[in-house]
């Protein structure tokens, strides 16, 4: 009786095991990998703005409080962006005849919203509230990084799913006393109150900070 | 390849038979053995949906990823948090305070105005849904001119040549039409106009006119006067064909007082009477409830009044009366009769008399000066206008409002005659397209005005934002009949320059929605002593709304619960909405006795030919248990001809009200079904184990509903947290309204699925009604997620999309959902809903005016009630930031006029939830599932008269 696969179906066969574990690769990369990576989260890359805006030089540069433009993230869920109006404080002094705050100025004189690009974009199903972050210890710098490095600002975290995991199962370490909230690149010293009194201080341990329902509705 | 029937048919004989037996019971199963689908193609559909699943789920993202900057931050805007702004909702030209939640600008959510008589806090499903018509796109279509486009500059121009011609004709032949009126500064308007002009006339008209009880206050008082019904003060109520409970403008409180005497925990419990033809929501709540036709109700009522007011022992009434009339006598001071508008004048007339013989004047009624600017009778005065119209004698008519052309077909018929039809109407409707002229009205949220309550208060009711469509305010279009430009608000300040001098005072009142000290005083009228006895003599004739002298067969012609006179019928929320008694969404089937069907041999959905005279109308019919023999309910509203969401959905029987003659009714083959939610998520129990009932005797004898299980469980876990959230609904307060339906569809952003769904029963309400019926006694429950804290549908999903959390939230994780429906099938209440298609992205309505707190769910989505999570949020967020009590309600809760709803933290001392929880009458559903609910009920009790029978 004659065989019923000749010599070259052991190539086949090769093939076929070979393109199984290529595909089971691919899957592997493609579904945990490939999100896991800068180009999906889009960490690192300097957004474009139409108003070319350095954080640097605002922040570490001028010294200006987070709040002095974000003004609602201590009462809001929305830390707010700075009208027009802010912008010109300043530059109604200073700049006055800049081209690249020419937009600002437009804004103001035709009473347009200037469209920023969003550097930070959460899903639509994601909850976030700013003023309780703010309010129980979470620096601006735990999420939005040390601005005041950044002349064009790109997100510095990936704020993923995980990201935010990483704090509301272990918040303790990353709380802040409440006067360097809004600091940039503070670092725990002899005076600062253990993770331990924090937490107290803030109340974090009473409610189950990793309920679905915190964040998802 | 054959035809999935042959395969049927070649099943053996025996088999065949039962197939087509289970066929009959089952119309979903025949109707799937009857469609033509062949196996290739299910094979393909079924490849096509398995590919394209995971397509439409995958989230292409924000199209816009913008942030917008304000040039100069408006005043008091904070992004991310609510501004709430006071004004009135009109029902029937009469204000109801509301109070409108805004983001970011944007009108996103009604509440009630606790601070407002007519409103307490409670609201109606049309207030509710007034956010639909406000953002309505149908509304955007600017004027028109002979049904054509034209600039907005031409309406000015129209209006320049017809104050020219006014000043040379001093207005002749020029009418002004419009609905009842409170608004003291439009009135104040229409004034101006008549005095200007002399010689125009204002005619008022209203699709279904409160004539007769107009016309019973002058036959009892010789004024027309308002009846402020006061039920909390009531023992006894007698309600004659009433609309206490129904949509009128002293629904809400009439409600409020009446639920808060119908808990034997909380208050001493009132006892009520319902003589009705057919039931309202005042009949589904009472005591004892009487069907009789409206000839046996008006010789009733006469028995009744002259047991009253003479005397005498009712000898050949039904055998319900004498303790009937001896409960009424023993009560007086403490007993109240309420006859609705559908009633004759005579009975009105009568009802005056019977009140101030119980001494209910002052007590358990109050009557004051009507709110209507010039009240007449809108019936006459609009036929008077119709004569004149088709006499040729109106040269210019400005419609005000409203949709004449609708609800008056010899109206459109006499327009042909007018020169100049103006109609500013807030919606390119039929009265729009029948006029040469159309003037888009501004929405009421757009516009500033005044509006009195029946009891008087006026309130100014102040735009919550720039007309969206260019609409202009009806005191702008009426204004420049007497200049170009008229400025609204200065008119309104104008008018109330006496009470609010300073902007101090008119901001007060702006913020409370009232004006302080507007309320009419209570007027002390005295009966005319003929009062009663025409009141007796003219019983026998027919009322308004009763068409026909056929004997036996009475057609009463009333407005759609869910859509009023049909000013409502564009609004998909409410087409939606099941009818309160029928439980029918979107269609009007002909309500018939179940007697009268037997003898037509008709079921629900059958085709039936009503005829009046020689007008006849096709229609579905529905059978009503508990209607009056002899008694067909047509509801109007229905069968708009314009409309993106009205048109073309129920059938139009106005033309039918106008007729006069013989009733005839037939049966004409074929049916159309009636999409009913009634029965299609049942629970697997017995209906009296559902719905608790108890007497008042016996409750105060001792007994109580049953406590079954609750504590059986080996495993048992509570959750942990700070906060227990947790619902008590009373069921004694319960009318049935619909506000919380509405309230939290809108609150929810929940879809919207049209008739063909409903009738698939993939209606999305996260909250439902079930009603309850057994003989005369009658009960509705409204239905939500229980919040087990043993959840059934936990324990099945395989995704992990639907968890607990500490608080006792079952909630859902929608990203999470594949659609596997197990959650659903596993819940013993029913009460989940699956979006079986993008319903969402299907609505009409601009993305603008969804609930930016909730996540808009897509096709493949379980979802279900959350206890208004965003809400709980905004306490949980404002305790922990600022302090202040977690203190959250949800939104069937703040809607609801009778607070049968009662929400709260049930670790808080002084939660009103956590004492209702202790309520003896508490009991939870289906207990015997031992899923440990976090809502539950108060039982119904029911305060029978063991003398009057059942």
């Keep these: 009786m004659a065989a019923i696969f000749g010599p070259e179906a052991n190539l086949g066969a090769r093939l076929v095991l070979l393109a199984m574990a290529g595909m089971a690769t691919l899957l592997v990369g493609g ?137 509301h199962r272990n918040p303790a370490p990353r709380l802040r006393p409440p006067d360097a909230v809004f600091a940039m690149g503070w670092q725990r010293g002899p005076a600062t109150p253990s993770p331990q009194a924090l937490m107290r201080l803030y109340h974090v341990g009473d409610r189950n900070l990793t309920d679905c329902t915190l964040c998802h509705r | 390849m054959p035809p999935l029937k042959d395969e049927v048919a070649r099943l053996p004989p025996a088999a065949l038979a039962e197939a087509e037996r289970m066929a009959r019971q089952d119309g979903k199963l025949s109707a799937a053995l009857a469609h033509p689908l062949e196996r290739r193609r299910i094979l393909t559909l079924l490849a096509s949906g398995a590919i394209a699943g995971p397509l439409g789920r995958c989230d292409p993202g924000a199209a816009d990823r913008h942030l917008y900057s304000a040039a100069e931050a408006p005043e008091g805007i904070v992004p991310g948090r609510t501004e709430r702004f006071a004004t009135a909702h009109l029902l029937e030209g009469h204000a109801r305070g509301i109070v409108v939640t805004h ?15 007519a409103s307490l806090g409670g609201t109606d499903p049309f207030a509710q849904a007034a956010l639909f018509d406000l953002y309505d796109p149908d509304r955007a279509s600017g004027p028109l001119q002979g049904g054509e486009p034209v600039a907005p500059a031409r309406v000015a121009t129209m209006f320049a040549a017809l104050r020219a011609d006014l000043a040379a004709s001093r207005g002749r032949g020029f009418r002004i039409l419009t609905e009842p009126l409170t608004s003291p500064s439009l009135g104040r308007m229409l004034d101006t106009v008549l005095a200007r002009w002399p010689e ?68 001493p419990m009132s006892r009520v009477y319902a003589i009705e033809p057919t039931p309202s929501l005042l009949g589904l709540q009472a005591d004892h409830r009487f069907a009789v036709g409206s000839v046996e109700l008006h010789r009733i009522a006469g028995l009744l009044a002259a047991g009253l007011l003479q005397g005498a022992v009712p000898a050949d009434g039904p055998p319900w009366l004498v303790p009937l009339l001896s409960d009424l006598k023993d009560h007086h001071g403490r007993a109240l009769v309420h006859v609705g508008p559908h009633q004759p004048a005579a009975l009105h007339a009568l009802c005056h008399a019977m009140n101030a013989a119980l001494g209910a004047p002052g007590n358990t009624l109050t009557l004051c000066a009507p709110a209507l600017h010039h009240p007449v009778d809108p019936g006459t005065d609009l036929r008077d206008l119709v004569e004149d119209m088709a006499a040729g004698k109106v040269e210019t008519l400005l419609v005000l409002g409203g949709n004449p052309c609708f609800i008056a077909p010899d109206f459109l018929a006499a327009l042909g005659r007018v ?13 729009a397209l029948a006029c040469g002229w159309y003037v888009p009205l501004a929405h009421a949220m757009e516009a500033w005005s005044d509006a009195r309550a029946l009891d008087g208060t006026a309130g100014i009711c102040q735009p919550q934002l720039r007309p969206l469509y ?40 702006l913020a409370a929605g ?84 037997g003898r037509l041999h008709a079921r629900d959905g059958d085709l039936v030919t009503l005829g009046i005279g020689d007008r006849r109308v096709t229609l579905p019919c529905w059978i009503v248990p508990g209607q009056a023999e002899g008694c067909v309910v047509a509801t109007l509203g229905q069968g708009r001809r314009t409309g993106s969401t009205a048109r073309g959905v129920g059938t139009d029987l106005y033309p039918l009200r106008l007729a006069r003659g013989a009733v005839d009714i037939r049966r004409v083959g074929g049916r159309r079904e009636v999409a009913c939610t009634m029965g299609q998520a049942e629970m697997t129990a017995e209906a009296g184990d559902i719905l608790r009932r108890i007497d008042l005797s016996d409750f105060q004898a001792g007994a109580r509903p049953d406590h079954v299980g609750g504590d059986g469980s080996l495993y048992h876990r509570a959750p942990p947290g700070p906060a227990a959230w947790a619902m008590s609904i009373d069921l004694n307060a319960c009318i049935g309204c619909n506000a919380c339906v509405t309230a939290c569809q809108v609150e ?9 769904e409903v009738l698939r029963g993939r209606v999305m309400h996260w909250i439902r009604i079930d009603r309850y019926e057994t003989g005369s006694f009658s009960a509705f429950q409204p239905v939500l997620c229980m919040q087990c804290e043993q959840a059934p549908c936990e324990t099945v999903c395989p995704v992990g999309a639907t968890v607990h959390d500490a608080e006792g939230l079952n909630g859902m994780v929608y990203n999470r959902c594949v659609g596997t429906r197990f959650c659903s099938n596993n819940c013993p209440y029913k009460v989940r809903r699956f979006n079986y298609f993008a319903f969402a992205a299907e609505e009409r309505r601009p993305p603008a005016s969804r609930n930016p707190d909730v996540t808009v769910r897509g096709r493949g989505v379980m979802e279900k009630c959350s206890f208004c999570l965003q809400r709980i949020a905004a ?26 709803i009662s929400f709260g933290d049930l670790n808080d001392a002084q939660a009103e939830v956590r004492a209702r929880k202790r309520s003896p009458l508490d009991y939870a559903l289906l207990p015997e599932q031992n899923t440990r609910p976090r809502v539950t009920y108060e039982a119904r009790v029911s305060n029978r008269n063991p003398a009057a029978g059942t």
């Design chain 2, 470 to 509: 260019a609409g202009q305010n009806p005191l702008s279009v009426l204004g420049q009949c007497l200049e170009a430009v008229p400025d609204s608000r200065a008119w309104l300040r104008a008018t109330w320059r006496d009470r609010l001098p300073d902007d101090r005072a008119w901001q007060a009142a």
């Design chain 2, 748 to 756: 929810n952003n929940i879809p919207v699925v049209g008739r063909e």
């Design chain 2, 419 to 431: 020169r100049r039809a103006i109609a500013a109407c807030d919606a390119p409707n039929e009265t």
């Design chain 2, 200 to 267: 125009a006339r204002w005619h008022q008209h209203a699709p279904l006119p409160r004539s007769a009880a107009f016309a019973g206050a002058m036959a009892a008082y010789g004024k027309p006067l308002s009846v402020l019904p006061n039920p909390a003060a009531a023992d006894v109520i007698l309600g004659l064909d009433s609309d206490l409970l129904d949509a009128w403008p002293w629904q809400l409180p009439a409600a409020r007082g009446f639920a808060s005497r119908r808990n034997p925990v909380r208050a």
């Design chain 2, 103 to 117: 983001r970011m600008g944007r009108p996103l959510k009604v509440e009630g105005n606790p601070g407002h008589p």
């Design chain 1, 31 to 167: 579904w945990i990998v490939l999100p896991r990576t800068d180009w999906l989260t889009g960490r690192g890359f300097p957004i474009q703005q139409p108003v070319p805006f350095s954080h640097q030089h605002h922040v570490a540069g001028l010294g200006l409080d987070c709040r002095f433009c974000h003004a609602t993230v201590e009462t809001s869920a929305n830390a707010g962006l700075p009208p027009g109006y802010t912008c010109m404080t300043c530059h109604s002094q200073v700049w006055t005849q800049a081209a690249v705050l020419a937009p600002v100025r437009q804004s103001l004189l035709q009473h347009r919203a200037i469209a920023w690009n969003r550097v930070t974009n959460l899903p639509d199903y994601v909850y976030f509230d700013h003023s309780i972050h703010v309010a129980r210890g979470v620096a601006c710098e735990s999420c939005h990084g040390r601005v005041d490095r950044t002349a064009l600002l790109d997100k510095q975290h990936s704020l993923s799913m995980g990201f935010c995991l990483d704090c």
């Design chain 2, 514 to 597: 009232v004006i302080a000290g507007t309320t009419f005083p209570t007027l002390a009228a005295t009966l005319r002593p003929a009062a009663a006895s025409t009141g007796m003599a003219g019983t026998g004739m027919a009322g308004t709304g009763t068409a026909g002298a056929s004997p036996g067969l009475d057609v009463s012609f009333r407005a759609d619960a869910r859509l009023g006179d049909g000013q409502y019928a564009n609004n998909p929320w409410l087409q939606e909405l099941p009818d309160p008694l029928t439980k029918t969404a979107w269609d009007n089937p002909l309500r018939l006795p179940p007697r009268l069907a």
């Design chain 2, 875 to 900: 306490a949980r967020v404002a305790h922990d930031r600022d302090g202040v009590p977690e203190h959250a309600e949800t939104a069937c809760q703040a809607a609801c006029p009778t607070r049968a």
